[in-house]
T-cell receptor
């Protein structure tokens, strides 16, 4: 089975540009999570979706960040305009939802390393 | 709120040494507990999990036991290898009314010397 797919794997952009990160969760998974990882702040949960609906976006740092999940097989995280402090590795993860119970395990993608100059 | 506290790193050991990475948690209810591992340049992978008190999770020679009385989930391995060098994250599930998220610790970097 294919795991979580993220693209691009690496992105270098200049300050002020728009950046779009993409994620394809594992087929059949109902929950999707976006994380950011930096040396200074560690692993931070930005937002997560359940059945394509955003549940908690309290981790989104500011209005420059937005995330969408138009269908069960695709999500985007957009930064507009980007700033050097946004440089980080961004991970997407997905998790199955089995009926009325929850399967808590999350499966992570390989990440997108973003560098904003 | 729910939280996880784990041993600060880095931890450096010689090959075949015994490993313990401490993890304690604060939670309401009965969360699942996890250890995830992150190898250089990769995403996090589930190493092991335990879903209720006294459960022992195990994988690849690593073990951790869900201790409700001490709110702990310490990771152990009897004989580490160079290939175990990675960052290890302790985590717990935080179930809400309609979804479940995971709260991660800060991570412990492990380096194994040949």
């Amino acid at each position: 089975d294919a795991g979580v797919i993220q693209s691009p794997r690496h992105e270098v952009t200049e300050m002020g540009q728009e950046v779009t990160l993409r994620c394809k969760p594992i087929s059949g998974h109902n929950s999707l999570f976006w994380y950011r990882q930096t040396m200074m702040r560690g692993l931070e949960l930005l937002i997560y979706f359940n059945n394509n609906v955003p549940i908690d976006d309290s981790g989104m740092p500011e209005d420059r960040f937005s995330a969408k999940m138009p269908n069960a097989s695709f999500s985007t995280l957009k930064i507009q305009p980007s700033e050097p402090r946004d440089s980080a590795v961004y991970f997407c993860a997905s998790s199955p939802l089995a009926g009325d119970s929850f399967t808590d395990t999350q499966y992570f993608g390989p990440g997108t390393r973003l560098t904003v100059l | 709120g729910n939280s996880v506290t784990q041993m600060e790193g880095p931890v450096t050991l010689s090959e075949e040494a015994f490993l313990t990475i401490n993890c304690t948690y604060t939670a309401t209810g009965y969360p699942s507990l996890f250890w995830y591992v992150q190898y250089p340049g990769e995403g996090l992978q589930l190493l092991l999990k335990a879903t209720k008190a006294d459960d022992k999770g195990s994988n690849k020679g690593f073990e951790a036991t869900y201790r409700k009385e001490t709110t702990s989930f310490h990771l152990e391995k009897g004989s580490v290898q160079v290939s175990d060098s990675a960052v290890y994250f302790c985590a717990l599930s935080d179930r809400q009314s309609s979804a479940s998220k995971i709260i991660f610790g800060s991570g412990t970097r492990l380096s194994i010397r040949p």
